[in-house]
């Protein structure tokens, strides 16, 4: 598609284009180590010019929704459906621990997992 605009790169709609700063190797190092993630300088080269997209792409999206348009997290109202709470009769201690191997003062005894140091 041919740009009509005398700036390359600027929307045809008369916005002015945002330019983005791109994310340096050192940026991207600095990133990395917060991140604990150990990479190598090959892969410093190969991912900051990767992250700078990634950064347009992610201001160009934010760059069409204009001040009228609301912030969704969904493209339809969504509504939870509940239903009342209703006290119900449940289960007796005894009918509660009725299927179970071994019982101790109301209450299922299970085998030790931990020792006496815990």
């Known amino acids: 598609m041919p740009e009509t ?6 929307p045809e709609d008369g916005r002015a284009a945002v330019e983005q700063p791109t994310l340096s190797r050192d940026q991207v190092a600095h990133l990395a180590d917060l991140a604990r993630i150990d990479l190598s300088d090959a892969e410093l080269d190969h991912l900051a010019p990767q ?30 459906v509940f239903r009342d709470d209703v006290v119900r009769p449940g289960l ?8 179970a191997p071994e019982v101790e003062q109301q209450r299922f005894k299970v085998p030790r997992i931990l020792g006496e140091e815990q």
């Open 5 to 10: 605009s005398e700036h390359p790169g600027a």
């Open 51 to 80: 992250l700078s997209v990634i950064l347009d792409s992610i201001a160009s999206i934010q760059g069409v929704a204009g001040d009228d348009v609301p912030p969704t997290s969904h493209t339809l109202p969504l509504t939870n």
């Open 92 to 99: 007796t201690a005894e009918e509660a621990l009725s299927g």
